[in-house]
Structures are given as C-alpha cells and as structure tokens.
C-alpha cells in the first residue's frame, strides 16, 4: 500500500495525474511526449510481453534522461547502463534515434512481481 502511495504521489504533477507508456502500470509518460497508435507495438509470448513505444517531442534528450532517472527508481526499476533499467528480469531501454523522437524497448516477463 506504501508503495501504491508514493508512485501515484510521485506522479501527481501540477494538479494532473501523469499518464503510463501504454501496455505498461507504472513507467510514466513524461508530459510532452506524445505517443500514437501507429507508433507502438506490443508482442506476446509465454515467456513475456515485448513493447516498442516511439513518442514525439520538443524535449531536449538531456531533460528526458534526467526525468526517467529521477523518476523510475521509485517504481523498483535500478538503472544497469547509461537509458537502460532493470527491475527483475524486466528491462527497459530509452533512445533517440532523431531529433524529436524517442524510443522505449521494453521486455516484460512473466515471472511474479512483488
């Protein structure tokens, strides 16, 4: 219940409750990214989910590293490399394959969370 509380504090940005990468409950969307339909892909398999998320955006890279990184190891995720977290067998890594853009790969298993 803790935790529930501190990520949906944590979230709560001027009066407005952050949106999540889609397919996802807990890897917030940093507000100025825009994220289409067009532009996710999501794989099942019994082992796990596999999610490419491309957003848009005027926000420089510098500025969207440092908000993941400050707000990610509050949701269990510990950063392993320079855009890249694991939690579990969980990963998640962040690039930006041109101005503009920015692309999450992620890979979500099926093992239990805690």
Do not use: C
């Not at 398999?45 to 509050?74: C, H, M, N, W």
């Not at 694991?86 to 805690?114: A, C, W, Y």
């Amino acid at each position: 219940m803790k935790k529930i509380f501190l990520v949906i504090s944590l979230l709560w940005v001027n009066g407005v409750m952050a949106e999540f990468l889609p397919q996802t409950e807990d890897v917030p969307l940093m507000d100025g990214i825009k994220v289409q339909d067009s532009e996710f892909f999501s794989f099942d398999s019994p082992s796990g989910q596999i999610l490419t998320i491309d957003g848009k955006t005027d926000i420089k890279p510098v500025d969207i590293r440092a908000f993941y990184t400050e707000t990610l190891p509050s949701m269990g995720w510990k950063k392993t490399a320079p855009d890249t977290y694991m939690r579990g067998t969980d990963s998640l890594m962040i690039s930006f394959p041109n101005q503009g853009k920015v692309h999450f790969d992620m890979t979500l298993s099926n093992q239990e969370r805690n």
